[in-house]
């Protein structure tokens, strides 16, 4: 019986539970396989070499696994880039493994022998979990999906509890993400499915259990408001990601391509997305992240210059009510001053200088729009 990694379009869980599952035996009754240390990983990997053969007993029933890669001829695609054509090769080999078993076993192969092989995978991946951090490669429209994407182990130190926000909103996004983890069944209940082909390869090449980000919306897809947006020329003979595969993309997220599976979109400029794409049932939930408030400057306070208090805590709250100031603003500031005590009250200079520069603006402001009533026009906002 052969298990193949790819099955048409899609990954073959199989596989990978087949990879799980044989691991913990490799070095224990191989001769040769290989070992790998992957970027941002601290242990080495062992991994199964081609031909190699493990032996497994089930029920009585031996079941021989051998992994096999089949080298194929590289593949050469033409791609455009820019005024500039050039050539890139993708995949050159095939893996799938082979189990021998005898033919009597066939029917309890498949109906107890695989499903505990899945088990046991999953155990395994609970032991040896680590998140990872994905990109699209740059060949991800050429379809071969040992290609479309590139990881590398995620370390990074900060959590939910790090972040500089309103503990409130926080917490309701803690909530509802633990929400949705508890919803399996509901999700799989009233889920659509899901019908542009392209978007709907890119997911189904994602596994189960992950995060898909697509930043700022507004500016790397052509998804504007219909009433308010026209293609520029430029685009006109490019084919875009259309709206409507977007929305279908979103409404079949859960129901034709995995299970817990999440969807983050981020926009500086919410306004610019169309409606359809906004409106509840599509984006659950809206998180807006704007200015730095008290309870933020006081989470960046903690984790930059470990203070949990300051007499001046109460100045730099009444500051930042009148100054527009970013977190990332804030903990750029912090990072240019060793002293916590330096940083705080420098802070508190920068806060003063902004919110005066804020105030003249708007009497400026004020002013013009003044002006504009005398002669009789009107402004807006």
């Not at 498949?110 to 951090?133: D, G, I, R």
């Not at 590398?152 to 959590?159: E, Q």
């Not at 509840?280 to 933020?296: E, F, T």
């Not at 903690?302 to 990332?328: G, Q, R, S, W």
Request: glycine content about 4%.
């Amino acid at each position: 019986m052969v298990i193949d990694e790819y099955e048409t379009l899609t990954y073959n869980k199989l596989f990978q539970s087949v990879e799980l599952y044989l691991h913990p035996d490799i070095a224990q009754h191989l001769k040769r396989f290989k070992t790998v240390m992957r970027p941002k990983e601290h242990n080495v990997s062992i991994v199964i070499d081609r031909n190699e053969e493990i032996l497994h007993k089930f029920k009585g029933v031996d079941f021989k696994w051998r992994l096999i890669i089949q080298a194929i001829p590289p593949t050469y695609i033409r791609r455009s880039g820019g005024s500039n054509e050039h050539h890139t090769m993708v995949k050159s080999s095939v893996r799938c493994f082979e189990v021998r078993f005898h033919k009597n076993h066939r029917d309890m192969a498949l109906s107890e022998y695989f499903p505990f092989v899945m088990e046991k995978a999953k155990e395994v991946q609970e032991e040896q979990k680590t998140p990872k951090l994905f990109t699209l490669t740059n060949d991800r429209v050429l379809k071969r999906f040992g290609d479309m994407w590139q990881s590398v182990a995620l370390d990074h130190p900060a959590t939910f509890e790090s972040l500089a926000m309103d503990s409130e909103l926080r917490n309701m996004i803690l909530d509802d993400l633990d929400l949705f983890l508890e919803r399996k069944e509901f999700y799989k209940r009233v889920g659509d499915v899901l019908h542009n082909a392209e978007l709907r390869s890119l997911l189904m090449s994602t596994r189960n259990r992950s995060i898909l980000v697509v930043e700022d919306i507004d500016c790397t897809l052509q998804l504007h408001n219909r009433l308010a947006f026209r293609v520029p020329p430029w685009l006109a003979d490019k084919p875009p990601v259309t709206l409507s595969g977007i929305l279908n993309l979103i409404d079949g997220l859960w129901s034709s391509c995995g299970e817990e599976r999440i969807i983050v979109f981020t926009t500086n400029h919410i306004d610019k997305l169309d409606p359809a794409l906004l409106r509840p049932g599509r984006m659950d939930v809206h998180i807006s992240l704007s200015y730095c408030s008290p309870r933020g400057f006081r989470e960046l306070a903690l984790n930059y210059l470990m203070m949990k208090e300051h007499p001046l805590f109460v100045e730099d709250d009444k500051l930042l009510e009148k100054a527009k100031i970013t977190p990332a603003e804030v903990g750029e500031h912090f990072l240019q001053n060793e002293d916590p005590e330096t940083a705080i009250r420098s802070l508190v200079e920068l806060l003063e200088k902004m919110g005066r520069n804020h105030c003249e603006n708007k009497a400026i402001k004020d002013v013009t729009t003044d002006s504009f009533k005398a002669f009789g026009f009107e402004t807006e906002g």
